[in-house]
């Protein structure tokens, strides 16, 4: 494997005044948010500063009428869950602030598919693993959630300020507060023969 193909393992920042920042916080008490990119093994980290979430199961009908029945035989055709949430990545330093900057753009390019050199055509299965939020884990044994991320999304927080470079003459400006909203479908869970977890036991979704 070449030193391109290996899988980038992005953790949250670490910097000399990651102490002073949130990041020493989360770092300490172990709240980091994961996002793996399961076709390639990359993985990007930020501090787990939840600001919004929701989970919908909706389950999929279909109906069929006979003739002299009153009432149509209504049947199940399967069950999504739709998952949202968002986040805060907050900066205390121009250091910190590049390194978000960052780990944002790589959870952006976790949206696209892995492409092969040769064809340019994508290869692997587009799902993105979340993991370090307990209302996210599948089982008590898989701390984490398998899903196809359908949208993410950032805005920056302007009017909780901006960070400047010492070197005005960069131009350098970056914002304290940017909050991430990611959604996306879940996957269900499968078991070492490849076959699908039914989810009727305690332990799935597992909270905590």
Do not use: W
Not at 93 to 118: K, V
Not at 120 to 136: A, C, D, E, H, W
């Amino acid at each position: 494997m070449s030193v391109a193909e290996r899988p980038q393992i992005r953790g949250i920042y670490s910097g000399d005044d990651a102490n002073v920042s949130v990041v020493g916080f989360a770092r300490n008490k172990g709240y980091v948010l994961t996002f793996e990119h399961e076709a390639t093994g990359h993985t990007v980290s930020f501090p787990s500063i939840i600001e919004s979430f929701s989970d919908g199961h909706t389950a999929g009908t279909s109906q069929k009428t006979f003739a002299g029945v009153m009432d149509p035989l209504i049947t199940q055709a399967g069950t999504t869950r739709d998952i949202a949430l968002s986040f805060k990545v907050l900066s205390a330093s121009i250091e910190e602030a590049r390194y978000n900057t960052q780990s944002i753009n790589m959870l952006l390019q976790m949206m696209y598919p892995r492409l092969t050199p040769e064809t340019g055509r994508g290869v692997g299965l587009p799902y993105i693993r979340i993991s370090g939020f307990s209302m996210l884990n599948d089982t008590k044994s898989v701390r984490s959630t398998k899903c196809i991320v359908q949208n993410i999304s950032y805005s920056l927080n302007t009017d909780e300020g901006f960070i400047m470079s010492k070197d005005t003459a960069e131009g350098e400006l970056h914002p304290i507060s940017i909050t991430i909203a990611v959604s996306a479908r879940a996957i269900l869970p499968v078991d070492d023969s490849e076959q699908a977890v039914q989810p009727y036991p305690i332990d799935y979704p597992r909270y905590r």
